[in-house]
Every structure is written in structure tokens, then in C-alpha cells.
């Protein structure tokens, strides 16, 4: 490998574009990296040089980036211009926008985690049973026969 040529992953990795090489070959791994033209995902051992443009697609954005310049070590924030040049169009950055706007809009109900103000609901309705006469029930005996 000449000195005008990387791994992509390495790349990644040391122009910050992802934190840890470890998650930058999984992201090549996973398809999510791309270089020019070409729609097939690359693997982390692929090359790139000057002159490539790199495609990584985080959710629901896909970055483009050219590579000005490659290195071995990771750079600090202020040198990556010197390396990258991020030339992602703006309707992907208006997409960002759309889902930063929408927020937990498009969460269905009942799946993930309870809102906190489902917490509070949930506990008032448990609550409210556990207060009444004729309702002994307690969780922990359940199972319990013996």
C-alpha cells in the first residue's frame, strides 16, 4: 500500500467521522460506507486516496465526504478541513431538520420505554387499585405455592 492510501475504516476513524475505529469497521461492515458512484457498501480493508468521495450513511442522513488527504493518526478537530472536505448536499441536512422537528412524533404507542407521563399514569391506575378495600394482591407472591 502506497503512502497515498488507507484503509477506510482507518480513515474514518482518524478524519472524526466516527469515534472509534471499532465502530467505523462495523458501520463498513453493516454497509453503511460507500465510495463514489458505486451503491455497493465497501469493506473496511478498501482503500481510498485523494480525489475519492466517501458516503456514509448515518440514519436517516447520508454524509458525503472528498478525500483531500490521508494520514495514519487520528486528527485533531481544528486539521480535519486539511483531510476532508464535507460536500453533503443540503436536502440531506434539510432531512435532519424534518426528524429533529418531528421528534417522538412517529414513536407508536405502547413500544419502547413509557414516557414520563405514562410513568406518571401507570402509577396513579396502580395506585388507585392497590387503595381500595377488597384488593390484596401482591406481585411478589405470585408463583408461590407451596
Known amino acids: 500500500m502506497a503512502d497515498s492510501e488507507i484503509r477506510i475504516d482507518k480513515w474514518l476513524w482518524a478524519g472524526r467521522i466516527y469515534k472509534t475505529r471499532t465502530i467505523a469497521t462495523d458501520a463498513c461492515k453493516k454497509g453503511r460506507v460507500t465510495i463514489g458512484d458505486d451503491t455497493n457498501p465497501v469493506k473496511p480493508a478498501r482503500t481510498v486516496k485523494p480525489g475519492d468521495v466517501v458516503?456514509?450513511?448515518k440514519?436517516?442522513?447520508t454524509y458525503s465526504f472528498r478525500v483531500l488527504a490521508v494520514t495514519q493518526n487520528r486528527?485533531?478537530?481544528k486539521l480535519v478541513p486539511q483531510y476532508a472536505e464535507n460536500i453533503t448536499p443540503q436536502d440531506q441536512y434539510d432531512l435532519l431538520e424534518v426528524v429533529k422537528i418531528s421528534g417522538f412524533v412517529d414513536r407508536r404507542k405502547?413500544?419502547?420505554?413509557p414516557?414520563?407521563?405514562e410513568g406518571r399514569e401507570l402509577a396513579?391506575?396502580?395506585d388507585s387499585y392497590a387503595s381500595d378495600e377488597g384488593w390484596d394482591f401482591d406481585f411478589d407472591d405470585v408463583g408461590d405455592d407451596e
Open 124 to 126: 396513579r391506575f396502580t
Open 55 to 57: 458516503h456514509v450513511r
Open 59 to 61: 440514519s436517516p442522513v
Open 110 to 113: 405502547g413500544l419502547g420505554r
Open 115 to 117: 414516557t414520563k407521563r
Open 75 to 77: 486528527l485533531g478537530a
